[in-house]
Structures are given as structure tokens and as C-alpha cells.
Nanobody
């Protein structure tokens, strides 16, 4: 049974940092790219970042480039999203997702590229 479990969300002040984790089980996680998405109230779910199976290829939304870093530890079946210099507009529920194919699909931020999703973790950036 495929499971993705996010953790690490919380309340942080503008300019602060958080590290999200996505723990994968029920499949060989290093066989698939993993993506991070977020959804703010009243907004569409949007792609934040994606990482290849080996971790050698990464993609970022323009809005988070230079502030967020995606990484993975395949020995721990876990993907991370380090978020620095957080802004109020980063407030959202963050989800990780497993890509359908073993290669990153195009475009990486299309929800149709992913077949399993976690339950999400809330990130709130506010003073």
C-alpha cells in the first residue's frame, strides 16, 4: 500500500525557515521522482518543486527559486523541502506526491504526472 506522509509544517514568522519531510512507504521510493505542491485557500494546487530518482535533477517554481531546496535520502525513503526566507504568500497546505513514471514527466508541475499524494501539512507564515 503506497503511503506518503508529510511532516514539519507549522507557524513561522516572515523571514524564517522550516523543513518539510515526506516519508514514503509501500513502494521503492528511489525508483520514482517526487514532487512538492501547495494549495492556499481558494487557490489551485500548484507545483513547488520536483526531484529525480537519484536527486541529481531538481525543478522549482519561479516563486520559490533561491529560497527553497528539495533533497532526498533514499536510504530513509524520505524527501525534504527546506524552506528559507519564508513569506506570508508561502502560507498553504503543502503536499508531496509520487510521480507516475520513473522519469520526470513534462511539465513536472502538472498534477496529472502524479498518482499518489500525501495528506498535507499546514505551513503558516505570519507575524
Amino acid at each position: 500500500q503506497v503511503q506518503l506522509v508529510e511532516s514539519g509544517g507549522g507557524l513561522v514568522q516572515p523571514g524564517g525557515s522550516l523543513r518539510l519531510s515526506c516519508a514514503a512507504s509501500g513502494f521503492t521510493s528511489d525508483h520514482y521522482p517526487i514532487g512538492w505542491f501547495r494549495q492556499a485557500p481558494g487557490e489551485e494546487r500548484e507545483g513547488v518543486s520536483c526531484i529525480s530518482r537519484s536527486g541529481g535533477i531538481t525543478y522549482y517554481a519561479d516563486s520559490v527559486k533561491g529560497r527553497f531546496t528539495i533533497s532526498r535520502d533514499n536510504a530513509k525513503n524520505t524527501v525534504y523541502l527546506q524552506m528559507n526566507k519564508l513569506k506570508p504568500e508561502d502560507t498553504a497546505v503543502y503536499y508531496c506526491a509520487k510521480m507516475r513514471a520513473r522519469q520526470i514527466g513534462t511539465p513536472w508541475y502538472s498534477r496529472r504526472q502524479y498518482d499518489y499524494w500525501g495528506q498535507g501539512t499546514q505551513v503558516t507564515v505570519s507575524s
